[in-house]
């Protein structure tokens, strides 16, 4: 005899008035949004560093997933950081698998959860199936078999936490490390004066072209209600789901740590990171459009990592940053185009910058 397989379907968020840069009539400008659930998978008393955006991702993740919820985590930093000494900040169950083995053990558990419930020997529900690897668990070294596992549409939701280096292990490049980003291994000198040469692989493009069955969807932690939603939407699919979120690194970029959330609404604001999410049923992308549109500037000025740029390299940014505009259907204004020459730049050599006002959570 067969059972039947049920699984949960978890409500989305009201996100009126919560763009993070619109004022809000609703009177949601708080840092605590009470309409979300009070329990909290990811504990506190983790040992992640002070303004990780990564750990900011897991408890929003974890919140929107709830307490039947079942986790596998790659080696990476949130591996080191959340199970030193056998101690871990999960109160669900969670399992550390190798840097590459994200999405086949994901697969094996998703698999194997199915058969269980079918054949009587699981009462279900079916959980919520979740992995969490990094951008060099996901983006390189894990990427065939996160694309396995997206083919055969096991009924799991992949997140890659992108903090766009290999931070455990150093600050070395990933392939998701933006143009002229300095890591320990693309120094910035007289043979490359811009740090690194080439631009970031564009992991969620790949995912949804390659894997048209799948929900994919980016979203960063500047954004919490849409990560929130994202998560559900994607455990809601019945089948495999894959959201990519930027998740700054203090230790890596070199920024104050209150700005964390900031900068995941900057780098939206300055098109460097396109928040989209893309309709398997209709095969559409659908784009959000930032009511705020920044040149780079306001973005890089803000990291340690970007202080070595010269004019040419800050131009090559935004002439970037004005194709992504046009990508997503936006209109680039005068300013942003004035910026893709590198004389508009050499200005900045003589400017003082000031720290831009954290606008929180809640804004």
């Known amino acids: 005899m067969a059972y039947e397989v049920v699984r949960h379907h978890l409500p989305l968020f009201d996100e009126e008035g919560r763009a993070a840069a619109t004022d809000d009539e609703a009177g949601r400008d708080r840092h605590y949004l009470p309409d979300f659930p009070e329990e909290d998978p990811y504990a506190a008393g983790h040992r992640t560093c002070a303004g990780c ?11 929107a997933a709830g307490e039947d919820s079942v986790l596998a985590g790659p080696t990476g930093c949130m591996y080191v950081a959340n199970s030193t000494y056998l101690c871990t900040p999960y109160t669900v169950p969670w399992a550390h698998t190798p840097i590459a083995s994200g999405g086949s053990f994901t697969s094996g558990m998703a698999a194997g959860y199915e058969a ?10 079916y ?4 992995v969490m690897a990094g951008d060099g668990s996901a983006a390189d070294i894990g990427l065939g078999p996160m694309s396995g596992a997206l083919y055969r549409n096991h009924d799991a939701l992949f997140v890659c936490y ?7 292990t150093g600050i070395q490049t990933s ?14 000198g007289k043979a490359i004066p811009e740090g690194k040469k080439l631009p970031p692989k564009n992991l969620a493009k790949m995912m949804a072209e390659g894997h048209p069955h ?15 939603n994202k998560t559900r939407k994607g455990l809601n699919q019945v089948g495999a789901a894959f959201l990519h979120c930027y998740t700054p690194c203090q230790k890596g970029w070199v920024y ?12 939206v604001e300055a098109g460097l990171f396109p928040v989209w999410e893309y309709d398997p049923e209709t095969r559409e992308y659908r784009y959000f459009h930032p009511p705020v549109q920044r040149p780079v500037t306001d973005y890089l000025a803000m990291q340690g990592r970007f202080g070595h740029l010269l004019p040419e390299h800050i131009a090559a940014l935004q002439r970037g940053a004005n194709q992504n505009w046009r990508d997503i259907g936006m209109d680039v204004p005068a300013n942003l185009r004035e910026g893709e020459e590198p004389e508009h730049h050499k200005r900045l050599a003589e400017e003082t910058y000031s720290m831009p006002l954290n606008r929180g959570v809640g804004a």
Request: glycine share 8%.
């Open 53 to 63: 955006g990564p750990a900011i991702q897991y408890r929003w993740v974890l919140k």
């Open 116 to 125: 269980m419930i079918r054949k009587g020997r699981h009462p279900g529900p």
């Open 127 to 130: 959980p919520n199936i979740i």
């Open 162 to 168: 992108d903090n766009e280096c290999y931070a455990n």
């Open 175 to 188: 392939p998701t490390t933006p143009y002229a980003g300095m890591t320990t291994f693309t120094p910035f």
């Open 214 to 228: 799948c929900y994919v969807a980016t979203t960063t932690v500047g954004y919490p209600v849409d990560l929130m």
């Open 256 to 267: 104050q740590t209150s700005m964390t959330v900031e900068l995941g609404r900057r780098v």
